[in-house]
């Protein structure tokens, strides 16, 4: 690959990787707004089984052209699967019963630490004083805005059962994400997308089937059904999408690190169906937050050519 078209690949997976997360910030908005209308099971059930039933006429074709590849690898959906569908999006509209909208943001931010440390463990990657400086600019620009520049609110920040929810499905999700990276070889991303998106509805099946023995409540109406269809096709389908083809473009890391920017779309998409203001702080945040992502994801010359002599050794 020249290196125009290296960076042309690189710059997709950016855009990618901004997509999905731009996406994810409206789910949120939606998520914490359904917390009194619909319990966390059953939003996450209907969920993934719009994703299934949507993304069907584009991914079936895929699922079974590449169903041995699939097979073969049954244990490494399965795990993918529970984590990624089942679990990590079930554990935020639960965290969501129980914890404050700031709690939540602080600590799904959390995720891109998880991914370096996860990398640094299991894969030998180098953490170097460089990527410390940037991660740290993106979690005092983050903080910032969270706090709206006064970092003395964090001190009055008490944590619940719902911080730890969140805090679990953050570091969830950071496996969840190192394991796309190692998808099995041949495989598209329709298929893989589809394959976990089935696995995780019927992981996810005997607990919705348990929600509803213990919840009575009707939850389908003007108000939830809207919001299902954006989870579910947006929020599940198109920011998964986007995701995976970061993943596999960048790699974890760097694809985790443009998560950070989650605050700032969920400030602009505040301001733009919520009426919230938007002030100095979200721009200084965002300088602070684009400065660390920059620092952190920047290669010199020297050292590009020092990781491509490397990878061929």
Wanted: charged share 10%; with cysteine; proline share 3%.
């Amino acid at each position: 690959m020249n290196d125009t078209l290296k960076t042309q690949s690189i710059l997709a997976g950016y855009l990618f990787a901004i997509g999905a997360t731009a996406i994810w910030s409206g789910n949120f908005i939606v998520a914490r707004g359904l917390s009194d209308n619909i319990p966390p099971v059953s939003l996450a059930f209907f969920r993934w089984l719009v994703a299934v039933i949507v993304f069907a006429p584009f991914a079936t074709r895929n699922l079974l052209q590449e169903w041995p590849i699939i097979k073969k690898h049954m244990a490494y959906f399965s795990i993918t699967s529970f984590l990624g569908i089942t679990i990590f999006n079930t554990l935020i509209y639960f965290a969501g019963h129980k914890t404050t909208a700031m709690n939540l943001s602080l600590i799904a931010i959390t995720f891109p630490i998880f991914i370096i440390i996860l990398s640094r463990i299991l894969y030998k990657e180098l953490l170097t004083v460089k990527k410390g400086i940037g991660i740290t600019l993106v979690l005092i620009g983050v903080l910032f805005l969270i706090t709206k520049g006064d970092m003395a609110t964090l001190l009055n920040i008490s944590f619940n059962i719902g911080d730890v929810w969140m805090l679990i499905a953050s570091i969830i999700f950071a496996v969840y994400s190192l394991f796309l990276k190692n998808k099995p070889e041949g495989l598209s991303i329709k298929a893989l997308q589809f394959a976990t998106f089935i696995l995780g509805l019927l992981f996810l099946f005997p607990f919705f089937l348990w929600e509803q023995t213990t919840v009575h409540q009707s939850f389908l109406n003007q108000t939830t059904i809207p919001a299902i269809l954006y989870v579910g096709i947006f929020a599940s389908l198109c920011a998964f999408v986007l995701w995976n083809n970061a993943i596999v473009v960048l790699g974890p890391s760097k694809a985790g690190m443009v998560y950070y920017t989650l605050p700032l779309f969920s400030g602009f998409l505040g301001y733009l169906f919520l009426n919230e203001s938007v002030s100095m702080v979200h721009f200084y945040s965002m300088a602070l937050i684009f400065s660390g992502i920059i620092a952190t994801n920047y290669e010199s010359k020297s050292q590009k050519v020092w990781n491509c002599n490397e990878n061929n050794k």
